[in-house]
C-alpha cells in the first residue's frame, strides 16, 4: 500500500493524519517538495489557504504539488484544499494567492463569511453512502469555508447546500469580489470528484465519522478487499456515535 501524505504547512493536518490512523493508515507529513517523491496520494487540509499558499510559495511547493497532480496522483483538497486545487478562485483577498489547479471548477474562498458564521449541516450525500455505507447524510462541518460555483463537464457533484434567496456574500475591507456574476444560487456545491481528485468545502476530519478518508483511500486505490471491507465496519460505527457529542474545533487564522 502506498503511502499518504498531508501537507502539513498549517491547519488541520493533525486531525487527518488522526482520521487515517483510525482506519489502520499512516499518514506522512509532507513539508518540502522532495517529500512528493515518496508518497501514492495526498491529503491538502483545511486552514488559512493565503497563509498556506504563502508558505507552499516560501517552500518551493507549487511547482511539486502541480507536478503531482499532472501525474494522476489521487489528491484531496478540503476547505483551504479545494481552493488550492481549484483552476479558477474569486473572491480572494487583494492580490489573490497562488493556486495548484487541476480541478475544472471556479471557487469562491469564504463564501459563507468569517469565522463567527462557521456552522454545522447534514448534507445528503448519496455517492458516499452508496460505497461506504452508513447514513444517507453526513454532518458537515464549515468554517470559514468556500464553495464551488461552478464545475466542468468531467466533474462529478457528490454534495450541495441550499441557499436562502435572500442570502448575501460575505464582503469586507479585506476582501475583493472579484467577479458580479459571482452570487448565490439555489444550491451550491460543496463536494466534487474528477478523475483522481476529490474536493470537499466542508472538514470531514473534524468529525469522528471517517466515510470520506475511506472513500479516499479507496478511490486512490491505496485499499482494496477484507481491508476495505473492515474501513465500511469502521466508518459505520463512527457515524452511528452519539450525535450529541461535541468535538473542540481549531481556530484557523
Same mark, same amino acid.
Given at each position: ?16 493524519i488522526?482520521?487515517?490512523r483510525?482506519l489502520g ?35 518551493n ?5 502541480r ?10 483538497g ?9 483552476n479558477?478562485?474569486v473572491?480572494?483577498k487583494e ?10 471548477c ?23 453512502a ?11 462541518v464549515?468554517?470559514r469555508?468556500p464553495?464551488? &460555483?461552478?464545475?466542468?463537464?468531467e466533474? /462529478?457533484?457528490? $454534495? @450541495?447546500y441550499?441557499?436562502? !434567496?435572500n442570502?448575501v456574500l460575505?464582503? *469586507?475591507?479585506?476582501?475583493e ?20 481528485? &476529490?474536493a470537499?468545502?466542508?472538514?470531514? /476530519?473534524?468529525? $469522528? @465519522?471517517?466515510?470520506?478518508h !475511506? ?5 486512490? *486505490? ?14 459505520e ?6 450525535p ?6 481549531p481556530?484557523f487564522?
Amino acid at each position: 500500500m502506498g503511502a499518504v501524505g498531508v501537507l502539513a504547512l498549517q491547519g488541520s493536518f493533525n486531525e487527518h493524519i488522526a482520521a487515517l490512523r483510525r482506519l489502520g493508515v499512516k499518514g506522512v507529513e509532507i513539508r518540502k517538495p522532495e517529500q512528493l517523491q515518496s508518497i501514492s496520494s495526498l491529503i491538502i487540509p483545511g486552514g488559512e489557504s493565503t497563509t498556506m499558499a504563502k508558505l507552499a510559495e516560501l517552500h518551493n511547493l507549487f511547482p511539486a504539488l502541480r507536478e503531482f497532480v499532472q501525474m494522476g496522483k489521487p489528491v484531496w483538497g478540503t476547505c483551504a484544499g479545494l481552493i488550492f486545487l481549484a483552476n479558477k478562485a474569486v473572491g480572494q483577498k487583494e492580490g489573490g494567492q497562488e493556486l495548484v489547479g487541476g480541478l475544472d471548477c471556479t471557487v469562491h474562498r469564504n463564501y459563507f463569511g468569517s469565522q463567527i458564521q462557521s456552522f454545522e449541516a447534514e448534507l445528503l450525500v448519496p455517492e458516499l453512502a452508496s460505497k461506504e455505507g452508513g447514513p444517507e447524510t453526513f454532518r458537515g462541518v464549515f468554517i470559514r469555508a468556500p464553495a464551488i &460555483l461552478k464545475v466542468g463537464p468531467e466533474v /462529478e457533484v457528490l $454534495a @450541495d447546500y441550499p441557499i436562502p !434567496s435572500n442570502k448575501v456574500l460575505y464582503l *469586507s475591507s479585506a476582501v475583493e469580489i472579484q467577479e458580479e456574476s459571482a452570487v448565490p444560487e439555489k444550491k451550491v456545491i460543496v463536494a466534487v470528484k474528477q478523475g483522481k481528485l &476529490l474536493a470537499t468545502a466542508f472538514h470531514p /476530519e473534524l468529525t $469522528a @465519522d471517517t466515510r470520506w478518508h !475511506s472513500y479516499f483511500l479507496k478511490m486512490a *486505490s491505496a485499499l482494496g478487499g477484507a481491508t476495505s471491507n473492515a474501513i465500511v465496519a469502521v466508518s459505520e460505527a463512527a457515524s452511528s456515535s452519539d450525535p450529541q457529542t461535541k468535538y473542540d474545533l481549531p481556530i484557523f487564522r
